[in-house]
């Protein structure tokens, strides 16, 4: 059974930091590309930040460039999203995404999210 666990969201007000957490199981996590993506209320889902599935690539969207910092271990099949600086336009649900590559393209997994609110 597939799961996406994630964890560390919160409450923090403007300036502080969050490390988020996602907990994978049931699938090779080294096969996986890993992303968290970011939903505010009434807006689309959108990528924050993604990490290559053996961990030597990183990509960032634009507005959190040198704020924010996606690591993953594969020996503890977790990915974390270090959240510094925060804004409060940094509020939304955190959600992991896997996406499979190589013989594993095509398959694509979501947790369930986590609320980050930045706020003072």
């Known amino acids: 059974q597939v799961q996406l666990v994630e964890s560390g969201g919160g409450l923090v007000q403007p300036g502080g930091s969050l490390r988020l957490s996602c907990a994978a199981s049931?699938?090779?996590?080294?096969?996986?590309?890993m992303s968290w993506y970011q939903q505010a209320p009434g807006k689309e889902r959108e990528l924050v930040a993604r990490v290559s599935n053996l961990g030597r690539r990183t990509d960032y969207a634009d507005s959190v460039k040198g704020r924010f910092t996606i690591s993953r271990d594969n020996a503890y099949n977790t990915v974390y999203l270090q959240m510094n600086s925060l804004k409060p336009e940094d509020t939304a649900v955190y959600y992991c995404n896997a996406k499979g590559v190589g013989s594993s393209s095509g398959t694509d997994y979501w947790g369930q999210g986590t609320q980050v609110t930045v706020s003072s």
């Open positions: 049931g699938f090779t996590f080294s096969s996986y590309a």
